[in-house]
């Protein structure tokens, strides 16, 4: 079990779509990672249920689906190498979003 974990963050289409490799501890809250990933892109802490965090099908893992973000990063399916995909769940963000873009 390492220490510390490279973990791969996919943004939303929306956004970008473009991959984040992030180094954390498997031990940490996903809450953590959550928080940081907001600050990175100027989105309030407050406005992380705008947000999902999923862990993929594939590559297999233990356990896949959305991410509760208060468990350890250990335990939500995350492993040293792998990632997550962020969607948005909130239908005015995702329109406000498309709309900067056109």
Known sequence: F???WSIKITEPPAMGGQ???V???PKQSFKVLANAWLKMNNIPEDNVGDYEF?????PKTWRSGVIDINDEIGDTGL????GFT???TN???EL???SAQA
């Open 19 to 21: 991959e984040i490799e």
């Open 96 to 98: 406000s979003l498309q």
């Open 79 to 82: 492993l040293d190498g792998n």
């Open 2 to 4: 390492k220490d510390k």
């Open 91 to 93: 239908p005015d963000i």
């Open 54 to 58: 999923l862990v993929p099908t594939m």
């Open 86 to 88: 962020v969607v948005i």
């Open 23 to 25: 180094v954390v501890r």
